[in-house]
């Protein structure tokens, strides 16, 4: 997917509903720089998100403001591995259908993968990953089915071989690594997606360690819950999203969390010394 066209809807709700909102497209994605649909390097993505909205949240007009983080699907991934690049930095996440672990459904036989893993050490860009088309199975919407699909900037096609894996492997380190989230956070996922799998959804609402923590599986919507669901569906999911963004945005607290985590390193240092 991309920011100015596939996605806009998510900015567009977002920016309605009060809040300052800011994306951008991954290596390899949409309008920016690389060969389309190709992640060679999963850590660099994240590094550029990183990048990119501290260096937006550290601009004197919003060093005060709340900072939340908004991911969808595989953007629940980069969204999750930002938090525990820097676990005290931002209030909050909503995670949209989160990549946390593929569903089996759409996830080659262990044997293929280990054999396409071989593969793309030579054909990295290929073209080549069994899978079932993503497209009929994330969006409900024909209409948007189709507008996604005539979209220039949205990648079609089978995932290249070096994309797959490591989108395979991110989703497995996070699935192993759930207890290490620990801010606020929203997750909302429809209970018959068939891209990625609700039920991990639930695991990592029950795994994770933060104390303020909130799941909404919405029964019959499918993997695309902000666009691709039809009007009354995606307005239901968006009432939920900001309702919870609100809350947090009006009643956490104005004490900076990296201060705090300052503080807990200097006690940590401290006792270390003695």
């Keep these: 997917m991309e920011c100015s066209i596939s996605m806009k809807g998510t900015g567009t709700q977002l920016s309605k509903a009060g809040f300052e909102v800011h994306g951008m497209d991954y290596e390899g994605h ?15 993505i994240v590094d550029d998100c990183s990048n990119y909205f501290i260096s937006i ?14 991911g969808e ?12 690049k820097k676990p005290y930095f931002w209030n909050g996440v909503v995670l949209v259908a989160p990549m946390c672990k593929i569903s089996e459904e759409i996830k080659p036989h262990p044997i293929i993968v ?3 893993g071989k593969l793309a050490n030579f054909i990295p860009t290929w073209r080549l990953t069994p899978t079932q088309e993503i497209l009929d199975v994330a969006f409900k919407n024909p209409e948007f089915r189709n507008e996604v699909r005539n979209n220039p900037y949205c990648y079609k096609g089978r995932p290249r071989l070096k994309s ?27 209970e018959d997606d068939k891209v990625t799998d609700p039920s991990t959804s639930k695991l ?46 009006i009643n956490v607290s104005d004490t900076d969390l990296e201060t705090k985590q300052k503080s807990k390193n200097d006690k940590q240092f401290s006792l270390s010394q003695d």
């Design 114 to 116: 280990n054999f396409l």
């Design 204 to 249: 990592l609402y029950e795994s994770a360690s933060s104390k303020d923590k909130t799941l909404k599986l919405y029964p019959g919507m499918w993997h695309a819950l902000t666009s691709g669901e039809p009007p009354e569906n995606i307005n239901l999911v968006f009432a939920d999203i900001v309702s919870w963004l609100d809350d947090r945005a």
């Design 164 to 190: 797959a894996l490591e989108l395979l492997q991110v989703s497995l380190d996070i699935e192993k690594n759930l207890d290490k989230i620990s801010l606020p956070f929203l997750i909302v996922h429809g």
């Design 73 to 84: 699907s595989m953007g629940g991934a980069v969204a999750l591995l930002l938090h525990r």
């Design 57 to 70: 949240s550290e601009r004197p007009e919003n060093k005060k403001k709340k900072k939340f983080l908004l």
């Design 30 to 44: 949409g309008k920016s720089s690389g060969l389309q649909g190709y992640i060679p390097n999963f850590d660099n």
